[in-house]
């Protein structure tokens, strides 16, 4: 079973009562590695599998779900599913893409560390905000009454065309 499927079959075997305890680990080592990440952002994220996993000192399901989540925030995804314990890793993070996701994923404790402070800036942490606060604001285009003109063309009624 490869790494991704180990983490896919984590992931879908939660239950009520191990969840807590699996939330609590995988946030602990988000935290962990999120916090050196940012902290080192002027500096290359590279290694393999196996190296990163024994430098963070997390368990390495966990470490490829890590990898999963920052997939879409990288300049180059990596390919989860062909990744080994011997594969390299070589992130190029779009901080503000990861900023923007971390908003999308509800990761409270992740978007509000303290590192984030020499990457964007207190503006660009709002204008991030706002766009995604944008995003998930829905337009609902009024609905014709019986009596408007249809929206066809034909010049009749709604009610009498397509209503």
Known sequence: MSLYEKWQNLIDNQSESNFEK???????????????LLANYDKKF?????ELVAKYGVDETLFMGFLDG???SLKKPLKPEKIDADSSIDLAVDFEKLYFNMLTADAEHLYTLDEW??????????????????????????TP?????????????FKKCCG
């Open 46 to 50: 590279s290694g393999t599998f196996s």
């Open 145 to 157: 009454g019986r009596n408007d003109a249809c929206s066809c063309g034909s010049g009749k009624k």
């Open 22 to 36: 699996f939330w609590d680990e995988y946030s602990a080592a988000e935290i962990k590695i999120y916090s050196d």
């Open 117 to 142: 402070d020499t990457i964007l800036d207190d503006g660009k942490r709002e204008a991030i905000t706002k766009d995604y606060k944008k995003s998930k604001t829905i337009v609902k285009e009024k």
């Open 70 to 72: 920052i997939n879409s």
